[in-house]
């Protein structure tokens, strides 16, 4: 029976197998799911009670048009309904935004979620790849993503925010400084899929200025948030011209009846739907603590409802994967099947603290457990890892990847900043990617832009790992945006000869402005206590609520916690 269960995972290429054939799988028992990224707390028993009892209307008659759910919805979020289009998941609209306004090329940088890079690529478009680097915890510096896409000559440009996997976050006027110097495109897309379970910010969303902008689509999950995954629900914003480009191809039933009902419940149960998002906040924590005290681990800052774990020297994530299923019956969602990262890595979905203990205690066991059965052999003996040499691994094991090592100890420091040195050994990443990747910035906290960036090099792959002990981090150096494209498709003119270079700008900071010393920063610009909890400044205050009981509208757009 094990052998069957694992054997799934062989036959799935982007993807995890459906719950449903696991538990088939599994003697009609669903394992404790850590993979799935959905919101545990919502909706809330007495709303699954309703919804049990009006299944037989629900599954008996058609639903109504798109046109009257998205305009619910829109009631509920006070939102232009000419400005929204529905779809049958983020994956449909996905799927129409690739067909309606992708031409020829789409930036996306990786790892991130497949669609993004699959669906393009199944049409023959060309997909430019930016690769995250491990070496400064996956953050994405916007300044050089822009000038990726200039010498790439990319027409579209797509950024998660919260990222999928490792939950890397934007903050909101650095989107609005990037839309800005990529005005030119053909379209922006923000993937706010995840954006509901942040609070490094108080109004994090950028849905008010796609409205206003002529090739911005804001891209949001219903089903994630609601942890309703099976209904497949979610929505774009854009200017009514976009959106309408979109709404126009989808079918007038492509929203069925459960999507329908739970629309019209959700002004009944805003303050539950708020609670669960603060219940989630709070779990993430405490899970990125528990997880932090295991020898080895690194853990990556997340403010998506997911962590992104570093395994320890030696464990392959598909033996873990597969003994924590077969073993304790616990989901993991392993990344070596994502482009840009390896099977060193795991996303482990935010859950409530007692399935946290039963995964934490799983992982013990088969990470550290007797030498013959755990996944991590003795340093002595090397390891079968393909991503480089043992020596290579302990190097980069005992610098913790530039992730957040000793997260617990940070976190009781709380109010007092936390230390966090950057890696002295580049990462690894996988040689199928193309790219032209520009040098690398020293690392930077999560919740921080870093819009100051070095001179991009072209490169024809990514660079081999050193020998251990060997640093290979360029200087960084301050630069400007990007200019626009001279015309659609055309490769930028080449760069004047640069002068001496100023001394650099503050990371977050615009270049040639005078700045004032940056508050919040740890010791050696490493993160805070806060920035370690998943937050950059404090809670917000609760918002009044509307008489319907949901909260109101800048609440539910810009995830506050109530």
């Not at 669609?115 to 199944?122: A, G, I, M």
Request: proline share 11%.
């Amino acid at each position: 029976m094990a052998g069957n269960v694992t054997s799934l995972f062989r036959g799935t290429a982007a993807h995890s197998p459906s719950m449903a054939a696991l538990t088939r799988e599994g003697d009609g028992a669903g394992p404790v799911d850590f993979c799935i990224p959905c919101n545990p707390y919502f909706p809330t028993p007495a709303m699954f009670d309703e919804l049990a009892g009006r299944l037989r209307e629900i599954i008996t008659y058609y639903p109504s048009s798109a046109d009257t759910i998205t305009a619910e919805l829109c009631s509920l979020l006070q939102l232009p309904p000419q400005c929204v289009a529905m779809g049958n998941g983020s994956t449909e609209l996905i799927t129409w935004i690739d067909h309606l306004l992708v031409r020829e090329s789409l930036a996306i940088p990786v790892p991130t979620f497949g669609r993004w890079t699959d669906q393009p690529l199944e049409t023959g478009k060309r997909v430019d790849m930016f690769p995250l680097q491990e070496s400064t915890g996956f953050a994405l510096d916007l300044a050089q993503y822009a000038q990726f896409i200039r010498s790439r000559g990319t027409r579209v440009a797509v950024i998660c925010n919260p990222n999928n996997p490792d939950g890397g976050f934007i903050p909101r006027q650095s989107l609005i400084q990037f839309m800005d110097a990529m005005a030119d495109l053909d379209l922006i897309v923000i993937d706010e899929s995840f954006l509901e379970f942040a609070d490094a910010e108080s109004e994090p969303s950028v849905v008010e200025d796609a409205v206003m902008r002529p090739n911005v689509i804001v891209l949001r999950s219903l089903g994630k948030n609601f942890g309703l995954h099976g209904i497949r629900f979610g929505y774009l914003v854009a200017n009514p011209a976009l959106a309408g480009k979109v709404r126009s191809m989808l079918p007038k039933w492509n929203l069925n009846s459960f999507a329908e009902t739970v629309v019209f419940m959700l002004k009944e149960h805003g303050a539950e739907y708020m609670e669960s998002l603060h219940m989630v906040r709070r779990d993430r924590l405490d899970m990125a603590r528990q997880l932090s005290a295991l020898p080895g681990l690194t853990v990556y800052p997340s403010q998506g409802n997911f962590l992104f774990v570093r395994l320890p020297v030696g464990a392959e994530g598909t033996v873990v994967r597969d003994r924590l299923l077969t073993e304790h019956r616990i989901l993991v969602r392993e990344c070596g099947n994502k482009i840009g990262s390896s099977s060193r890595f795991l996303r482990l979905v935010v859950r409530p603290q007692v399935d946290v203990r039963r995964l934490v205690s799983g992982l013990e066991q088969v990470l550290y457990g007797t030498r013959r059965g755990a996944a991590v052999p003795e340093l002595g003996t090397g390891t079968s890892y393909s991503s480089g040499t043992a020596a290579v691994d302990r190097l980069v094991s005992a610098t913790n990847g530039a992730g957040m090592q000793g997260l617990a100890a940070q976190a009781a420091t709380w109010p007092g900043p936390a230390a966090v040195q950057p890696a002295q050994m580049p990462a690894q990443m996988p040689s199928q990617i193309p790219s032209q990747m520009p040098s690398l910035p020293a690392p930077q906290p999560a919740a921080v832009s870093n819009f100051p960036t070095p001179q991009p090099a072209a490169m024809s792959s990514f660079p081999p790992a050193q020998p251990a002990g060997v640093s290979n981090f360029p200087t960084p150096q301050p630069t400007a945006w990007p200019a626009a494209a001279q015309a659609p498709g055309a490769m930028p003119a080449p760069a004047p000869a640069r002068s001496p270079a100023p001394a650099p700008t503050p990371p977050g900071a615009m270049p040639g402005m005078a700045q004032a010393p940056a508050a919040g920063l740890g010791a050696a610009g490493g993160l805070t206590a806060a920035q370690v909890r998943g937050r950059t400044q404090p809670e917000p205050q609760p918002q009044p609520q509307q008489p319907s009981g949901w909260p109101a509208v800048g609440a539910m757009l810009y995830g506050q916690a109530g």
